[in-house]
């Protein structure tokens, strides 16, 4: 018995131990703060800076606003740029507390994250230096840290596979000026710092210390869970369309029929952006009629232009639903009367990272990668291992509890 409470009482001064030297950096590890900090309105000509001359190119950045804060009350921002003939733009990886931005390309009427499956992270660590990093679940740590699956903040490294492929966007440091503005003027310069550590060794494994503001993100991430699964419990499932406005979103998925046995005439809601209005019997929402975009990405508003998406119970053993999360609309695929899978996500936002995650990356990263840093959970819930079932900030744990509150399942 002495032995077990050494341990708990061991374990919960770790955690407090963790999370108190988390903020012991004046450095903003929530990239919102530093982006809006650092690199302000960021308008004009950037250098992006590559390990080889050949990737080096000029780009001009736009700022464009998001229409929304993150947790902390910071303004959420995008920018914009053409890379040649693509349209990219540097997107926060989450509206919640991001930890990163990260590069998102347009190719026809979709958004897609990074190129030929290289996803490219950034973070601001001074004015005129955005500096290109990667966050990803790896195989161990450094030293102390080895029994630990480590999330490490890494330099990223060229591809040189890509470069004669037309358009193609490579990793790289972006440069306003001479880039060697406060409080750090290269990467090298902020690993050492924040004493971050990593070994390159094969293509498939890198070793690395654990970034520091992890569990700064973890703390933010809990308070939202809780506050989207009690605005949940508080308005129910129908409720939770009153905030949604009608409009123009971005449909972000595959293609969508709200039949589970469509007739090969029904028109299906395709990604792009589309137009919603609500039908409804009384003050309760029953339906969402959608009409695709043309073309000229304009709309008609005739009827025969739209599809009728019913909300849906969710209680159906095999189906489709419509739920909201946030200030998004997502179909979600039923089997069983449990949450089975993500159809597609409506979002007002273009370059909409989460809806792109959630749809195009199930099963890979939601939040930001899928598990919870394993130092982190054992050392705030008193665990000896890692456990997918015991993660409270685990997606699928989240969209399950969401789920089941909107059903009546459980509450």
């Known amino acids: 018995m002495f032995r077990l409470n050494f341990f708990l009482i061991l374990s919960l001064l770790l955690g407090i131990n963790y999370i108190a030297n988390s903020q012991n950096s004046s450095y903003h590890y929530n990239q919102a703060k530093a982006f809006n900090e650092y690199i302000g309105s960021g308008e004009g000509k950037w250098r992006l800076k590559s390990a080889s001359t050949y990737l080096e190119k000029d780009v001009t950045f736009t700022r464009v ?25 540097l997107v926060p990886i989450n509206s919640i507390y991001p930890l990163a931005y990260v590069l998102i390309r347009k190719q026809d009427k979709e958004y897609y994250e990074g190129i030929n499956n290289n996803n490219y992270a950034y973070i601001a660590i ?13 195989e161990s740590g450094i ?67 654990e970034y520091k503001g992890l569990a700064d993100y973890y ?67 029953i339906s969402m009629l959608i009409q695709n975009s043309f073309d000229d990405e304009k709309f008609y508003d005739k009827e025969k232009f739209y599809v009728r998406c019913p909300i849906n119970s969710l209680l159906t053993d095999n189906g489709k639903s419509l739920i909201v999360i946030d200030d998004k609309i997502v179909a979600v695929r039923t089997y069983g009367k449990s949450f089975n899978s993500f159809e597609g996500v409506f979002s007002k936002q273009p370059y909409d990272i989460e ?57």
């Open 65 to 89: 606003s998001l229409n929304k804060k993150d947790i902390q009350g910071n303004d959420l921002f995008r920018y914009d740029f053409m890379y040649g003939e693509t349209l990219c733009s």
């Open 126 to 138: 001074g004015s005129g230096m955005i500096a290109s990093v990667k966050f990803s679940e790896l």
């Open 143 to 209: 030293g102390s840290d080895d029994k630990y699956k480590r999330i490490a903040c890494l330099d990223e490294r060229i591809d040189v596979d890509l470069k004669d492929q037309k358009g193609y966007i490579q990793s790289g440091t972006f440069i306003k000026g001479k880039g060697s503005g406060k409080p750090y003027s290269s990467a090298q310069e902020f690993f050492e710092a924040e004493s971050l550590k990593y070994e390159l060794g094969t293509s498939t494994s890198n070793f690395g210390t």
């Open 219 to 285: 703390q933010n991430l809990t308070t939202y869970i809780k506050n989207q699964l009690n605005s949940a419990k508080e308005k129910g499932h129908n409720g939770a369309f009153d905030k949604i406005e009608e409009g123009e979103y971005y449909y972000y998925g595959k293609p969508f029929t709200c039949k589970e046995y469509p007739d090969e005439n029904d028109v299906q809601v395709l990604p792009g952006l589309v137009k919603i209005k609500f039908e409804r019997e009384g003050e309760k929402v």
């Open 355 to 411: 809806a792109i995650n959630w749809t195009l990356d199930f099963d890979k990263k939601f939040w930001l990668i899928q598990s919870t840093s394993e130092k982190y959970f054992c050392e705030t819930e008193l665990e000896t291992e890692y456990s997918v079932a015991k993660d409270e900030l685990h997606f699928n744990r989240f969209i399950q509890k969401l789920y089941n509150i909107y059903s009546g399942l459980k509450k």
